[in-house]
């Protein structure tokens, strides 16, 4: 059965960063390497909104407007491992952040969800 598990969310002031990590279990490696994997968030009384995503090996990458130039997607593998790097965070990026995959293309997620790991920017 495949697990998803972020981390790496936590408490950070206005104009901070954070690198977010998801974690694969229940699958090999050669099995992630060939999904196009994504970030999504939510707040409360919001939908989930799709923020990035990668295909594989990372040969595409896609974000949505209100991230660009702020938020970079990435992957290793090896490690069965998608990232989230945070820059220049504000009030409204604060959100439970998940991991889902394997889909293409953005936005429709795929069948499987972590349990998300909470952000929150203080101003």
């Known amino acids: 059965q495949v697990q998803l598990t972020e981390s790496g969310g936590g408490l950070v002031q206005s104009g901070g960063s954070l690198r977010l990590s998801c974690a694969a279990s229940?699958?090999?490696?050669?099995?992630?390497?060939?999904?196009?994997m994504h970030w999504y968030r939510q707040t409360g009384g919001k939908e989930r909104e799709w923020v990035a995503g990668m295909t594989v090996s990372g040969r595409t990458t896609k974000y949505a407007d209100f991230v660009k130039g702020r938020f970079t997607i990435s992957r290793d593998d090896l490690k069965k491992t998608l990232y989230l790097q945070m820059n220049d965070l504000n009030s409204e990026d604060t959100a439970m952040y998940y991991c889902?995959?394997?889909?293409?293309?953005?936005?429709?997620?795929?069948?499987?969800w972590g349990q998300g790991t909470q952000v929150t920017v203080s101003t």
């Open positions: 229940g699958l090999a490696v050669d099995t992630f390497s060939r999904y196009a």
């Open positions: 889902n995959g394997p889909s293409w293309p953005p936005p429709d997620p795929g069948p499987h």
